[in-house]
C-alpha cells in the first residue's frame, strides 16, 4: 500500500504535479472556529503539545512590534507583557494573532488573565 502511494507520489512530481497539501485557512474561517470553540468544552484527555506552544508564539515573531513584548511558555499558558503599558494596541493585535494561530491549529486559546501591561492565554482542545 504504501509503495503504491510512493509511485503515485513519484508520477505526480514529475509531471509537476503540486504536493496534496491542502490549500491555507482563510480569515473567515478562523474567525468561525474562534467562534464555536469558545462556547464548547476543554477536551481534559488532550494535552497540548510543547512543540504546538512554540509554533503559537512564534507566530508573534512575524509582527514588527514583536520586540515590545516578552512571550513567556508555561505548559499551556502563554504570558504576554509589554514594555511599558501605552502598547495596549499592540498588546491586542498579539493576543488577537496569537487566538488566530492556536485557531488555525484547531486549537483553541483564550483570555485567562488580563491585566495592565499582560495577558496570559490558555490553550486547549475543545
Same mark, same amino acid.
Given at each position: 500500500?504504501a509503495?503504491n ?11 509537476? @504535479?503540486?504536493?496534496?497539501v491542502?490549500?491555507?485557512v482563510?480569515?473567515?474561517c478562523?474567525l ?5 470553540? @469558545? ?6 484527555a488532550?494535552?497540548?503539545h510543547?512543540m504546538?506552544?512554540s509554533?503559537?508564539a512564534?507566530?508573534a515573531e512575524? *509582527?514588527?512590534?514583536?520586540d ?18 501605552e ?7 498579539l ?10 491549529m484547531? *486549537?483553541?486559546?483564550?483570555v485567562?488573565?488580563e491585566?495592565?501591561? @499582560? ?7 475543545r
Open positions: 500500500m509503495d502511494y510512493l509511485e503515485r507520489r513519484m508520477e505526480a512530481l514529475q509531471q509537476g @504535479s503540486h504536493s496534496s491542502g490549500k491555507g482563510n480569515l473567515e478562523l468561525e472556529r474562534v467562534r464555536k470553540t @469558545s462556547t464548547a468544552e476543554a477536551d481534559p488532550y494535552v497540548i510543547p504546538q506552544m509554533s503559537i512564534a507566530v512575524r *509582527l514588527d512590534f514583536y515590545e513584548f516578552d512571550l513567556t511558555i508555561n505548559g499551556p499558558e502563554i504570558l504576554v507583557t509589554a514594555g511599558c503599558q502598547k495596549s494596541l499592540h498588546l491586542g493585535m493576543v488577537e494573532t496569537l487566538i488566530l494561530k492556536a485557531a488555525e484547531n *486549537l483553541c486559546a483564550t485567562e488573565n491585566t495592565a501591561g @499582560s495577558v496570559t492565554i490558555k490553550v486547549t482542545k
